[in-house]
Antibody, heavy 118, light 108 residues
Framework: QVDLRESGPGLVRPSETLFLTCDVSSGSISSYSWNWIRQSRDKGLEWIGYVYHHAGPNYNPSFRSRVTISLDTPKRHFSLEVKSVTSADTAIYYC????????????WGRGTVVVVSS | EIVMTQSPATVSLSPGETATLSCRASQSVGSDYLSWFQHKPGQSPRLLIFGASTRASGISERFNGRGSGTDFTLIINTLQPEDSAVYYCQQSYDLPFTFGPGTKVDIK
């Protein structure tokens, strides 16, 4: 059973950069997409973007150019970078595996709470 | 982007009853690109249904999905106390992937 685990700072100051990592315990990296999704009080569940081993990332346009998702296959983890954070970025951040065969995210991490505050 | 709406926002039912949750997309998402998730406090969302009607691995037969195009339904038969959660639909037909606002199922 694949396990995903997010890690990163729980507190980030406004205007700084948030950086999170998701470790993938086992299984194929190349056969799936690797997604970041967040849940905030105001916007519910919001898809941030994904990355594939064989293709470049795709991002939610609502994040404009603030977001970067990258995949490190040998280290079996993928990362999320969000620049210039504000209080609106306060949320629970989840990483999730996207399974192309079923067009759905079938494995999720436990989530990590990020608070943006000075 | 495709906007997903769900109704009702909250439903309160007794054990043994049937919950019928609706999800509507602002444009067609076919039938292969609609998923349902169950989300309990403090846990990660759990995939229940993909492709509008296919139960994910290990999901009880009490959970059934149907629909295509823009209108979808999740039916939860014989409600159990552990079914208390927020249920979200999500489309993966077009980028950005989008979720509905959720339906909270409360078991009396």
């Amino acid at each position: 059973q694949v396990d995903l685990r997010e890690s990163g700072p729980g507190l980030v100051r406004p205007s700084e950069t948030l950086f999170l990592t998701c470790d993938v315990s086992s299984g194929s990296i190349s056969s799936y997409s690797w997604n970041w999704i967040r849940q905030s009080r105001d916007k519910g569940l919001e898809w941030i973007g994904y990355v594939y081993h064989h293709a470049g990332p795709n991002y939610n346009p609502s994040f404009r150019s603030r977001v970067t998702i990258s995949l490190d296959t040998p280290k079996r983890h993928f990362s999320l970078e969000v620049k210039s954070v504000t209080s609106a970025d306060t949320a629970i951040y989840y990483c999730a595996r996207g399974s192309p065969g079923i067009a759905a995210s079938d494995v999720w991490g436990r989530g990590t709470v990020v608070v943006v505050s000075s | 982007e495709i906007v997903m709406t769900q109704s009702p926002a909250t439903v309160s039912l007794s054990p043994g009853e049937t919950a019928t949750l609706s999800c509507r997309a602002s444009q067609s998402v076919g039938s292969d690109y609609l998923s349902w998730f169950q989300h309990k406090p403090g846990q990660s969302p759990r995939l229940l249904i993909f492709g509008a009607s296919t139960r994910a691995s290990g999901i009880s037969e009490r959970f059934n999905g149907r629909g295509s195009g823009t209108d979808f339904t999740l039916i939860i038969n014989t409600l159990q106390p552990e079914d208390s959660a927020v249920y979200y639909c999500q489309q993966s037909y077009d980028l950005p992937f989008t979720f509905g606002p959720g339906t909270k199922v409360d078991i009396k």
